[in-house]
């Protein structure tokens, strides 16, 4: 394709993903698809010639629409927001334009530099600990997802514990790692790939309110302590996924800095509500926290993948994380005057992402930002209000910020049966979550055109399915 060609085909591009975000609203959210149907409509074998842009072009319409769920949806209230922008598409075009493997600082000063800025502009806008710039001993970057964030983390935690033997000779140290069974399933994932185990995953008991029992977690590392184990990590969740429970982090802290365990605190949807200062409660403590991440992919109009982790000290990451091959060797790395982000991350190379994050921050602004997040803050409380004031439905938690959490009070079946009414109208889209044998229905709000109007169909369509109940 030539450049002429790439400009005239991005034309193209750009037109039809406007199209398509214009007109989001006007497709079922959820796919309609029979499993299998995608593959059915394209051909068994690759093309065996260059074909024409425009049937490609064609064929998004005719065979992926039909097949997405579609996230970007004013009515889309499932799983977790995943909003995305005009400012960060073309940071992600520009970013691919660009092609750079950013790597190290020496393969593209301005991709390493932008990355480290742009994070300490976060730590400002949020209201993080200082510790968390990279002025000084801590620093962040930017991950694929919250699951790698804590699987680094986790690795520089056992390179603390194990004074960096577990690199060199492997784990003999009888490490234990602790969370609630409301923890991501990222964290059940991290300890069996670091080589902990899960029969090392200590689950904490919970409040009433779902979040982690501190007292349990000081009993839990006392007991391990007390028969040789070696207690090396606590992962606390702000906004946990079922139910958006906020673990007691400042709590947590204090009993983890005695005994040196490392404490990870995972903030991946919640983490955005911070630049709000009202709600900066929700990380109070965080001061204590070794590692905290935050996911701008999901409700800080940034598209996938965009995962930000922060650290207080780096020198244990990069001592799990870094090897030095010849071929990598520089004079400015060996300077120690820049950040080589290949050492804080699984893979070696690493894309551009910083500037689709830097396009948002620029082109919206924190005020705006700000208000965006009040929003939908305000619309789920007007839903969790609607649920406490009804006769068929009930709250299950608080709904502290853009999730409610709510049941039809016929039960489990009940429950369902509304759910898969509202998502079968195409209308909205709901998800759900099992706490103590019970099915709770999870509406979170999220997207950025998401409007009053669209909470108000939503709430008319489940008290018309509970007429069939």
């Known amino acids: 394709m030539t450049p002429e060609e790439f400009r005239r085909n991005g034309h193209k591009v750009v037109d039809w993903v406007a199209d398509y975000l214009s007109d989001v609203d006007k497709y079922p959210v959820k796919s309609r698809v029979e499993p299998g149907w995608v593959r059915s409509q394209l051909p068994a074998t690759a093309p065996e010639a260059g074909e024409n842009f425009d049937a490609i072009i064609a064929d998004l319409d005719r065979v992926i629409l039909p097949g997405l769920m579609h996230w970007q949806s004013p009515g889309f209230f499932g799983y977790f927001p995943a909003n995305n922008s005009g400012p960060s598409i073309l940071g992600e075009l520009v970013s691919a334009g660009l092609g750079v493997q950013g790597m190290m ?37 930017i991950q694929d997802s919250a699951s790698s964030a804590v699987l680094c983390a986790l690795l520089a935690a056992r390179e603390r514990a194990t004074n960096g033997q577990s690199n060199r000779s492997g784990i003999d140290a009888p490490l234990v790692v602790y969370a609630t069974d409301q923890a991501h399933s990222s964290i059940d994932k991290a300890v069996r790939i670091a080589g902990i185990g899960s029969v090392n995953l200590r689950r904490i008991r919970t409040n009433a309110d779902l979040s982690m029992s501190a007292p349990a977690l000081a009993e839990a590392i006392r007991a391990d302590l007390a028969v040789g184990k070696a207690p090396c990590f606590v992962a606390a969740t702000v906004g946990t996924t079922a139910t958006n429970a906020v673990d007691p982090v400042a709590a947590i802290a204090e009993i983890c800095e005695p005994y040196g365990v490392w404490l990870h605190v995972d903030a991946a949807m919640l983490g955005t509500a911070t630049i709000c200062p009202e709600f900066r409660h929700l990380i109070s403590g965080l001061s204590g ?49 820049v950040i080589d982000y290949r050492d804080w991350q699984i893979p070696l190379g690493r894309r551009f992402r910083a500037l689709k994050l830097w396009f948002v921050l620029r082109s919206y602004g924190a005020a705006e930002l700000r208000a965006m997040v009040r929003r939908h803050v305000k619309s789920a409380q007007w839903f969790a209000g609607m649920v406490a004031a009804s006769t068929e439905f009930e709250l ?13 009070i016929g039960g489990n079946v009940a429950s369902e049966y509304v759910m898969n009414a ?43 399915a509970c007429a069939s109940v």
């Open 105 to 141: 600082w020496l393969t593209s000063p301005a991709c390493t530099e932008l990355e480290s800025h742009v994070l300490d502009w976060l730590v400002e806008l949020l209201g993080l600990p200082d510790g968390f710039r990279s002025e000084g001993a801590g620093g962040g970057v």
């Open 422 to 464: 509202v998502n079968d109208s195409g209308k909205a889209f709901l998800t759900h979550a099992r706490i103590n044998d019970s099915v709770l229905l999870r509406l979170s709000v999220g997207q950025e055109h998401t409007e009053p109007t669209h909470l108000e169909t939503t709430w008319q369509l489940l008290r018309e």
């Open 396 to 408: 299950v938690t608080t709904t502290p910020l853009n999730l409610v959490c709510f049941r039809h």
């Open 289 to 337: 926290a070794d590692s905290y991440c935050f996911n701008p992919h999901k409700w800080l109009l940034t598209n996938f993948d965009c995962s930000c982790f922060f650290v207080r000290n780096r020198a244990s990451l990069i001592a799990a994380l870094s090897i030095l091959p010849e071929y990598l060797r520089n004079a400015a790395s060996e300077s120690g005057a």
